[in-house]
C-alpha cells in the first residue's frame, strides 16, 4: 500500500476531528475507483464493523461499501451480512450513515447488486415497526436511484417503484417518488 495512503488510515486515530475527517475523505475519494490496497485493509476493516466506536462501525461499513468495487475475490459476499448488520445499529447516525452508502455495493457486479436489491426490497416491506422508518426508506429509495444512475438498469427503476408504490401514506409516498423524478 502506497505510504500516502497508510497516512490516511492511521489518521483517522488522530485526536484531531479535521485530520480525521481529511483522512476519512481522502480514502473514499481514492476508493471510487478501483484500487489495488482494498485487501491490506479489507480484515479490519470487517473487524471494525463491531468495535465499542460507532465512528469506526460507521467508517467500516462505508469504507467496504466503497471498497466492493476493488474485490475481485468477491469477499463482499460473505462478508455482506455483518456489514448489512451495521445498518440497524443502535446508534441511529451509524445506521443510516450505513444505508447511506450500502448501495455502491451493488456497483461491483451482479451478484452484489441482487444481495443490495433483496436487502433494500425486505428492509423496506418489514421495516414500518422501525424507529423512523420513514428515513429508512427514503435512503433506500435514494440508494436504489444511485444505483439506477451509475448502472442505468431498469429493473432497478422498476423495483424501486414497486417499493413506493407500498408505502401508505400519500405524503411519504410524494417523497418517495420525488427521489425518482426525471429518471
Excluded at 479490519?44 to 467500516?60: E, G, M, N, Y
Excluded at 471498497?67 to 447516525?93: C, H, N, Q, Y
Excluded at 452508502?101 to 441482487?114: C, F, K, P, Y
Aim: charged share 30%.
Amino acid at each position: 500500500m502506497e505510504e500516502q495512503v497508510q497516512r490516511y488510515f492511521a489518521d483517522l486515530e488522530s485526536t484531531d476531528k479535521e485530520t480525521q475527517y481529511q483522512a476519512y475523505k481522502n480514502i473514499l475519494t481514492l476508493a471510487e475507483k478501483e484500487v489495488d490496497w482494498a485487501y491490506e485493509v479489507w480484515d479490519q476493516l470487517v473487524q471494525d464493523l463491531t468495535d465499542r466506536d460507532h465512528h469506526k462501525r460507521s467508517r467500516a461499513v462505508q469504507f467496504l461499501s466503497y471498497l466492493a468495487i476493488s474485490d475481485p475475490e468477491k469477499r463482499m459476499l460473505t462478508d455482506f451480512p455483518a456489514i448489512w448488520g451495521v445498518t440497524r445499529d443502535p446508534k441511529f447516525v451509524t445506521a443510516r450513515h450505513s444505508l447511506q452508502s450500502i448501495w455502491r455495493v451493488g456497483l461491483a457486479g451482479d451478484e452484489q447488486l441482487g444481495l443490495v436489491m433483496s436487502h433494500f426490497a425486505t428492509r423496506f416491506n418489514d421495516c414500518v415497526e422501525e424507529k423512523n422508518y420513514t428515513l429508512i426508506r427514503y435512503d433506500m429509495i435514494q440508494g436504489l436511484r444511485n444505483l439506477y444512475d451509475e448502472v442505468k438498469k431498469e429493473d432497478i427503476k422498476q423495483k424501486a417503484l414497486d417499493l413506493i408504490t407500498k408505502e401508505e401514506d400519500s405524503k411519504y409516498q410524494k417523497k418517495y417518488a420525488s427521489v425518482w423524478k426525471n429518471a
